[in-house]
């Protein structure tokens, strides 16, 4: 059977202002996005890497 990585993204430690009304462009945090689209493009990297 194939090994398989699963993502799972939740609302755990996000930012104070998330889902309310101050949950606003300045309010977005660079680092965290930055860690996003680090997640993401390993997963995809390793996604694609896995034939």
């Known amino acids: 059977m194939k090994k398989r990585t699963a993502l799972v993204l939740g609302t ?3 930012e104070p202002c998330y889902h309310t009304p101050q949950d606003t462009m300045e309010h977005i945090s660079k680092e965290r996005i930055q860690e996003a689209d680090e997640l993401i493009g ?4 390793q996604l694609a890497s896995n034939k």
């Open 12 to 14: 755990a430690n996000l």
């Open 42 to 45: 390993m997963t995809i990297y």
